[in-house]
C-alpha cells in the first residue's frame, strides 16, 4: 500500500495528526502546487515540505540563509532514517563533493543550501543534471526590503521559477505583515501560489514588558524565575554583551556571549554548547537567533528596544518551540525609543524608508504602552483579531491609569518656559524645583514653573516624560544635544482641550518563581520529577555519544508524556508523540530501562 502525507506523518515522524493547515499545504506541494506559508514559530513549518519530498519523485533543496539550522535539521533527519544533507562552508573539499555526488545520483530527498551557493554557476549546473522534487525557501521574509532582517542575496531566488516552471516551491516564514507578503510573492514570482496564514499566536509564550530602572538587577530577578533552564538574553551593543554575559556568569549562571565582533571560531563553539547542553543562556546581539531549531529555550529577555513588532515577534518566538510554558520578558526606557529614532533619523535611508522606520518603532513602543492585553495588540499589527489571553503581564496585573492632564501641562510648560533648549535632566531639575548651578546660570529658579512638580517623585516625573515622549506631544532633538520640544500636539493639552491618561508606575513583581504548569500537564515541575530528569540524563549522554543536540534524539515534550504515562512495553512507548519507527527502534529499549529503573 503506497505512503500517504498521515501515515508517513505516523511512521516515520511519530505524530498521530496534522495540526491546522499543514495537511493542507502539504497536499499542495504534493499536487506540484506552489504555497506561501506563514506559521508561527513551533508551528510545524518544516513537515509542511519535509512530508511532499518523501512523497514526490527526486530532492527537494531547501534554501536556508544559517548553517546551524543546516545541520541540525539535517541530523534531526538523518536520526529518522532520512538520506539527508547539506551543502555549505563547514564542509571539507572531499565532503562537499561527496554531498554533490550524493545528489547527481539522486540518492539524497532533501538537499539544505544557502542561497549564495545555491546561485553560484557550479550549483546551477548541479541543478540542471539532478532530479528536483521541490524547492523550499525558509525565511522567505528575508527577500523583504521594507521587512526587519533583509538578505539581498534572497533576491535572486526569483530565477528559480524561471530555470523550473515545473518544479513546485514553497516559501515559509513565522514573521510577514500584509505588506511584507506582498513583496514575498511578488520578488519570488509567486503570484499564483496558495497563501496560508496561520494564527500567529504562541499561547505558550507569556509577555512580560517593564519600564528600566535598574537593568541589570531586573534582569538578575527575572532569571531567578528560570535557574537551570535555557534562554537567550539580547542586548543592543556588543559591549553591554560582554558586559551582560560577564555580570551573568558571576552570578552563577552558564552564560555566553555572541556577537559580531568575535572570531568565526568562538562564536560557533558558543553556538555548538548552547544548542547541545542544557541550561545555557545566550547573551547576544540580534547577529544571533535567526533559524535557531533549540526547541526547550524556556525564556527570550530583552534588555533594549527591538526594532520593530516583527523583530519582537520574531526573537521571542524562539522561545517554547515546544510548545510547553516559555517566557518573553524585556525592559525598555525612554533612552532606547530616543536612540532608536536618532539611528532612524541619521541614517542614509530614503525619506520613504524612514517614514516606514518611524512607523514601526511607534507600533512596538504602542505594545510596550498599552493598558489593555498585549498578545491582543500582538497579533492586531499581524492583522488578527483575539480576545484578552490572560497570560500576559497586562491581564495578570492590569495597570492602574489616571488622569495625568495636570501633570502633562506642568511638564509642557516647563518644557516651554525653558526655551525648549533643554534635555530631560535639566527640565526635570526644575520642574522639582532643584538648585543646581546650571539653574541659576540660567535664573530658572525665578521661572514661575520652577518646584510646581515637587509633590511627586522624580520617578514618576520621569514615567510622565516617557509618556509624553512616546505619545508624540514631546521630540527629542538630536541636532540640539536631546533639548525637548513640543510638538503641535501638545498644544490641545496646554489649552485643556483634551484629556490625558497616564499608566501609573507598576509595582516590583514578586521575585519568587512563577512558571506556569504546561498545558494539560500534571502541574509538576521538571525539576521535582526523578524520571524526568534521568529521562534527560540518559538523552544527555545519547547526544553526547551521538555528536548531535539532545533534542534531535527526543524532545522534552516526548520525556515529559514518557515520565507522565510510564510505558512498560515497545507498544506503549510507541504510542507516545514523537517516536517514530527508527526512533522507537533506536531508543525503546534503552528508554523502557530508564523508566523501569526509576
Not at 493547515?21 to 508551528?43: F, H, K, N, R, S
Not at 531547501?62 to 539550522?69: D, G
Not at 541540525?72 to 532520512?82: F, H
Not at 546561485?119 to 522567505?140: C, W
Amino acid at each position: 500500500m503506497p505512503d500517504t502525507p498521515l501515515s508517513l506523518l505516523n511512521r516515520v515522524f511519530g505524530y498521530p495528526a496534522f495540526r491546522g493547515e499543514q495537511a493542507a499545504i502539504t497536499d499542495t506541494l504534493v499536487a506540484g502546487d506552489d504555497a506561501l506559508v506563514l506559521m508561527p514559530t513551533g508551528g510545524g513549518k518544516s513537515l509542511c515540505y519535509q512530508i511532499p519530498a518523501l512523497l514526490r519523485t527526486g530532492c527537494a533543496v531547501v534554501v536556508s540563509p544559517l548553517i546551524a539550522l543546516m545541520q541540525d535539521q539535517v541530523a534531526a533527519l538523518r536520526e529518522l532514517g532520512i538520506a539527508a544533507a547539506f551543502l555549505n562552508s563547514s564542509l571539507d573539499g572531499a565532503a562537499a563533493m561527496q554531498v554533490e555526488r550524493d545528489f547527481s545520483a539522486g540518492n539524497l530527498k532533501l538537499l539544505y543550501v544557502a542561497p549564495e551557493r545555491l546561485l553560484t554557476p557550479r550549483f546551477q549546473s548541479l541543478l540542471d543534471d539532478a532530479r528536483v522534487s521541490l524547492f523550499a525557501i525558509d525565511e522567505a521574509h528575508c527577500v523583504s526590503q521594507w521587512g526587519h532582517d533583509f538578505r539581498p542575496e534572497y533576491l535572486g531566488l526569483s530565477t528559480l521559477h524561471e530555470r523550473f516552471p515545473t518544479v513546485p516551491r514553497i516559501a515559509l516564514t513565522a514573521t510577514a505583515d500584509a505588506a511584507t507578503r506582498a513583496e514575498i510573492l511578488e520578488r519570488l514570482d509567486l503570484r499564483e501560489a496558495r497563501v496560508f496564514v496561520s494564527s500567529f499566536d504562541r499561547p505558550n509564550i507569556r509577555y512580560r514588558i517593564v519600564e528600566k530602572t535598574d537593568p541589570r538587577r531586573q534582569l538578575l530577578d527575572f532569571l531567578g524565575e528560570h535557574r537551570g533552564e535555557a534562554g537567550i538574553v539580547y542586548c543592543s551593543t556588543r559591549r553591554k554583551v560582554e558586559e551582560t554575559a560577564d555580570a551573568l556568569v558571576a552570578a552563577g549562571y552558564a552564560a555566553l556571549p555572541y556577537h559580531g565582533g568575535m572570531d568565526n571560531a568562538t562564536r560557533a563553539r558558543h553556538q555548538e554548547k548552547f544548542l547541545r547542553e542544557d541550561g545555557v543562556i545566550m547573551v547576544a546581539t540580534l547577529a544571533f537567533g535567526m533559524g535557531i531549531d533549540k526547541p526547550d529555550v524556556r525564556f527570550v529577555a530583552h534588555l533594549d528596544l527591538p526594532r520593530s513588532v516583527e523583530g519582537y515577534y520574531q526573537e521571542t518566538g524562539r522561545a517554547g518551540r515546544d510548545g510547553e510554558p516559555a517566557e518573553a520578558w524585556m525592559a525598555w526606557g525612554l533612552q532606547d525609543v530616543v536612540t532608536q529614532r536618532r539611528f532612524i533619523d541619521e541614517g542614509e535611508a530614503e525619506e520613504t524608508r524612514k517614514r516606514i522606520g518611524h512607523a514601526k518603532l511607534d507600533a512596538l513602543v504602542g505594545l510596550c504602552e498599552t493598558a489593555s492585553c498585549r498578545r491582543v495588540a500582538l497579533l492586531a499589527y499581524f492583522g488578527e483579531a483575539s480576545q484578552p489571553c490572560g497570560n500576559c503581564d497586562v491581564c495578570l496585573n492590569p495597570p492602574t491609569l489616571w488622569d495625568g492632564t495636570e501633570a502633562s501641562q506642568k511638564l509642557l510648560s516647563t518644557v516651554y518656559r525653558t526655551g525648549q533648549r533643554f534635555g530631560a535632566g535639566h527640565v526635570l531639575d526644575v520642574l522639582l524645583g532643584k538648585t543646581t548651578e546650571k539653574i541659576e546660570r540660567f535664573g530658572h529658579s525665578q521661572l514661575s514653573v520652577f518646584g510646581i512638580g515637587a509633590s511627586q517623585s522624580d520617578k514618576v516625573w520621569r514615567a510622565v516624560l516617557r509618556q509624553l515622549v512616546v505619545r508624540g506631544l514631546l521630540e527629542v532633538d538630536h541636532a540640539a544635544y536631546g533639548a525637548l520640544k513640543l510638538t503641535a500636539a501638545a498644544r490641545p493639552v496646554l489649552k485643556g482641550e483634551e484629556t490625558v491618561w497616564l499608566r501609573a508606575i507598576a509595582a516590583a513583581p514578586s521575585r519568587k518563581k512563577s512558571r506556569h504548569a504546561p498545558s494539560g500537564g500534571s502541574g509538576v515541575h521538571d525539576d521535582e520529577d526523578p524520571l524526568f530528569l534521568a529521562l534527560r540524563a540518559w538523552r544527555r549522554e545519547t547526544a553526547n555519544e551521538k555528536g548531535v543536540p539532545a533534542y534531535v534524539i527526543l524532545h522534552d515534550a516526548t520525556l515529559r508524556e514518557i515520565a507522565a504515562r510510564r510505558p512498560a512495553t515497545l507498544a506503549e512507548l510507541g504510542e507516545i508523540s514523537g517516536l517514530g519507527t527508527k526512533k522507537l527502534e533506536a531508543y525503546g529499549e534503552a528508554v523502557l530501562e530508564v523508566v523501569a529503573e526509576g
